[in-house]
């Protein structure tokens, strides 16, 4: 079955700060893997995908994520936190049109 | 979010009632699904819907059931509330591929008391 775990329940980081969010999977054969971030009393908005090609991926709001398929890692990264970044997010991963969700991260960007 | 619509937004209903929520696409997408949101747990796979009548289980089943009766809208029913279905609930929607992700509905938050 696929999976994927987010070991940071919460991530704190100073407004200007590279911010990373952690996320590893399992999967059987090639992961899709997705970000996403949730605001408060909000339902979840698209930030990136990894299916193939390239490991560094760009997506929405200046993040990107590293595929690395040795250390079976989708990590998220902003190189410069803001303080508007501060949000629920969920690492996914796809199989037969279903996505399974990590836990969550909550980051908290403090000004 | 644009092209799924979820009803109602807020409800609060008594153990033992039957409760229906309802997810609305004008996307035409073939794939809906159902999840519920908790703290510590993510987001988990209730049911979800490949087609007009075609359904099946998530992880979490037991308890509730599903319809699709039109392409459009895809209800989620617990036949007899309890505390444990307090949660929210979002709905999501996906072309036929697996290149694309979802796109998520605004959320029912149910409080069974």
């Known amino acids: 079955a696929q999976s994927v775990a987010q070991p940071e329940d919460q991530v704190n980081v100073a407004e200007g700060n590279p911010l990373t969010v952690k996320c590893t999977y399992s999967v059987s054969g090639n992961p899709y893997l997705f970000w996403y971030v949730q605001y408060p009393n909000r339902g979840l908005q698209f930030l990136l995908k990894?299916?193939?090609?390239?490991?560094l991926v760009k997506g929405s709001y200046g993040f990107e994520a590293e595929f690395n398929k040795s250390q079976t890692s989708f990590h998220l990264k902003k190189p410069s936190a803001l303080v508007s970044d501060s949000a629920l997010y969920f690492c996914?991963?796809?199989?037969?049109?279903?996505?399974?969700f990590g836990a969550g991260t909550t980051v908290t960007v403090r000004a | 979010d644009a092209g799924i619509t979820q009803s109602p937004r807020h409800k609060v209903t008594e153990t033992g009632t039957p409760v229906t929520l309802r997810c609305h696409q004008t996307e035409n997408h073939r794939y809906m699904y159902w999840y519920r949101q908790d703290p510590g747990h993510g987001l988990r796979l209730i049911h979800y819907s490949y087609g007009v009548k075609d359904t099946d289980k998530g992880e979490v089943s037991d308890g509730y059931s599903v319809s699709r009766s039109k392409t459009e809208d895809f209800l989620l029913t617990l036949e007899s509330a309890t505390s444990s279905q307090t949660s929210v609930y979002f709905c999501?929607?996906?072309?036929?591929?697996?290149?694309?992700?979802?796109?998520f509905g605004s959320g029912t938050r149910l409080t069974v008391v």
């Open positions: 999501a929607i996906t072309k036929d591929s697996t290149w694309y992700g979802y796109t």
């Open positions: 996914a991963v796809r199989s037969d049109y279903k996505l399974s």
């Open positions: 990894y299916i193939t090609g390239d490991n």
